[in-house]
C-alpha cells in the first residue's frame, strides 16, 4: 500500500502547483480520474469534483465527501536554483522519511490527494456508500477555490473527511478562523545623503507555519531587520523579505545608506545575533556586503511610518487558553518596489477577535499613513461535540493502533470552515499523515503513518456504509 500511494504522490510532485498556478495540476486531476470511469466536474475555479458509485448493496448509505487541496506552499533553500512554475519537486526517500531536495516537499496537502486517489482506485475492494471526492485550489494563499465551490456538492452529503491534518495521532474537530491583511503605500523617494550602501541579508531562521507553530516562538526576519533599521541613522532603498502570508519568515534583505563605519554596522549585527540566541534560541546569519550606491531612497516619512507600522504590530501569539492558542498574526511578507506592501494573516479560533484585529489593524494604518485592505474572512469552524464522524474514527484510531487519539482544534486554517458554512449539517473531521516542518525546505512525511492513516479512512468508510441515510 505504502508504495502505491507514495507513486501517486510522484505523480503529483513532478507537476509544478504553487497556488494560484493549479491549472495544470487540476487538468492532470480530471483527466486521471476520468481515465477511472469516474464522472468527474473541473468547476471555474480549477476546483475537481468527482462522483464515486457506492459498491453494490450499499447505495442508500450516506455520502462521504473526502477532500484535499491540490496547491502546495513552494520555499527553496537559500541560494538553490529553483523555479516554482517550471521545475518538479526532487524527492528523497530514507527508510522513515520522504522529503525534498532544497524545497518544501508538498505532503501539504499532496499527501492527502495522493491517499484519496489510491483509496477511488481501490474503491471495489472495500465497503462503502456513495463516495464524493474533493480537490480544491488556493487552501495556501486565500482558501478561494473552498470560497467558490458551489454549496450544491456539498448538500447531499452527510459526511466529510478532510485530509489535511499533520499529524496522524491527532484528529482535528475545529480550527481557526483567519483574515488577511494587506497593507500599501506608494513610496516618495528622495535622494542619497550618505557615502555609504550596503546590502544586508538576513537568515538562518527556523521559519514554519503561522498557525501550528506560531506558539513555537520562531523569530521573525522582517521584524528583526526593522529593529535594526530602528537602531541607527540609516536611509532605506529596499526591503524585501518572506514567502507567504502563513509561513513565519526566515529571511529578509534591505539595502541601506549609512555614515556608519563597518566595524559600527558589523557591531551592530553581533548584537543583534546575540540577543535572538538569547530570546529566540536561533542562530541569525547577518551578511553584509557593499554595493553600489542607489538613486533613489524612501522619504525620511515613509521610511519611519514603514519601521514604526512593523514594529507595532506585534507577530505571534496574541491570545492563550490553556496550552491553547487562541488569535495570532504573522507578518509574512514586504516588498519594494514603487510602493511598498506588508501582508499579513491573523486567525483566531473566535471570530469576534478577527474582528477586533480589522479595526485595530485599521487605527494602525491610519496612524502610520497606509492603505490597508483586509480580505475575506475565513470563518473559525467549531467544535461540534455530538459528531457522529468523530466518535467513529476516533473508536476505529484506538482499535487499529492501540491508544487513543488526541482530539484538539486547530489554530491552523482549515477549509472545513467554508464547508461548514455552506452546509451547517455537515458532519466534518480531519486526519492526516505526520508531516513535520511544512512550508519550509525542511518539509518531512513520516513514511510509517501512511498506510495507518489510509487503513483509517477506509475502515471509516466501510463504517459508514452500514449507516442508514
Keep these: 500500500m505504502l508504495e502505491k500511494v507514495l507513486d501517486e504522490f510522484k505523480k503529483l510532485a513532478a507537476i509544478p502547483r504553487p497556488s494560484k498556478h493549479e491549472e495544470k495540476i487540476s487538468n492532470f486531476l480530471r483527466d486521471y480520474l476520468k481515465s477511472y470511469g469516474f464522472e468527474v466536474v473541473q468547476d471555474s475555479s480549477k476546483n475537481i469534483i468527482a462522483e464515486i458509485p457506492a459498491i453494490c448493496g450499499k447505495e442508500d448509505s ?49 499527501m492527502g490527494i495522493a491517499e484519496i486517489l489510491y ?19 488556493d487552501e495556501e494563499q486565500g482558501m478561494t477555490g473552498a470560497i467558490n465551490l458551489d454549496k ?7 459526511f466529510f473527511i478532510n485530509c489535511d491534518s499533520e499529524k496522524f495521532e491527532e484528529i482535528v474537530a475545529g480550527s481557526a478562523g483567519n483574515i488577511h491583511v494587506d497593507f500599501s503605500k506608494k513610496i516618495n523617494f528622495i535622494e542619497p545623503k550618505f557615502s555609504n550602501a550596503l546590502k544586508i541579508k538576513f537568515s538562518g531562521l527556523h521559519g514554519g507555519h503561522s498557525g501550528i507553530e506560531i506558539s513555537k516562538n520562531y523569530a521573525n526576519a522582517i521584524k528583526l531587520a526593522s529593529k535594526f533599521l530602528s537602531q541607527g541613522n540609516f536611509q532605506l532603498a529596499q526591503f524585501d523579505g518572506g514567502s507567504a502570508p502563513n509561513v513565519i519568515p526566515s529571511d529578509a534583505e534591505i539595502i541601506i545608506g549609512t555614515d556608519f563605519s563597518a566595524d559600527e554596522i558589523f557591531t551592530r549585527a553581533d548584537l543583534l545575533k546575540s540577543n535572538v540566541k538569547k530570546i529566540y534560541g536561533e542562530n541569525l546569519k547577518i551578511e553584509i556586503t557593499p554595493v553600489a550606491m542607489p538613486e533613489k531612497f524612501l522619504s525620511e516619512s515613509d521610511f519611519e511610518n514603514l519601521i514604526a507600522l512593523i514594529l507595532t504590530i506585534h507577530s505571534g501569539v496574541y491570545s492563550m487558553r490553556g496550552d491553547t492558542v487562541i488569535s495570532s498574526a504573522n507578518i509574512g511578507i ?20 478577527l474582528e477586533d484585529f480589522t479595526d485595530t489593524f485599521a487605527q494602525v494604518a491610519k496612524v502610520t499613513k497606509f492603505e490597508v485592505k483586509f480580505g475575506t474572512p ?22 487499529q493502533n492501540n491508544f487513543a487519539p488526541k482530539i484538539l482544534t486547530t489554530h491552523g486554517g482549515l477549509e472545513c470552515s467554508f464547508f461548514a458554512v455552506k452546509n451547517p449539517k ?24 501512511v498506510e495507518p492513516h489510509v487503513n483509517l479512512i477506509i475502515e471509516t468508510l466501510a463504517q459508514i456504509s452500514n449507516l442508514p441515510r
Aim: one cysteine or more; aromatic letters at 8%.
Design 62 to 110: 450516506p455520502r462521504t465527501i473526502l477532500q484535499a487541496h491540490m496547491d502546495m506552499v513552494c520555499v527553496a533553500e537559500e541560494n538553490y536554483k529553483f523555479n516554482p512554475l517550471e521545475d518538479s519537486i526532487k524527492l528523497i526517500r530514507t527508510e522513515d522519511f520522504l522529503t525534498a531536495e532544497g524545497t518544501s516537499l508538498g505532503a501539504d496537502d499532496g
Design 378 to 399: 475565513a470563518p473559525a469552524w467549531d467544535f461540534n461535540p455530538d459528531s457522529k464522524l468523530l466518535k467513529i474514527m476516533a473508536e476505529i484510531f484506538e482499535r
Design 152 to 158: 450544491k456538492f456539498l448538500a447531499d452529503a452527510e
Design 426 to 449: 455537515l458532519d466534518i473531521v480531519s486526519t492526516g499523515t505526520t508531516n513535520e516542518f511544512i512550508h519550509s525546505p525542511k518539509e518531512r512525511l513520516h513514511l510509517k503513518t
Design 334 to 353: 514586504i516588498r519594494t518596489t514603487e510602493s511598498v506592501e506588508v501582508n499579513i494573516l491573523a486567525r483566531s479560533n473566535v471570530s469576534q477577535v
Design 119 to 137: 483509496i477511488v482506485k481501490n474503491h471495489e475492494n472495500f465497503s462503502h456508500g456513495p463516495l464524493r471526492i474533493i480537490f480544491t485550489v
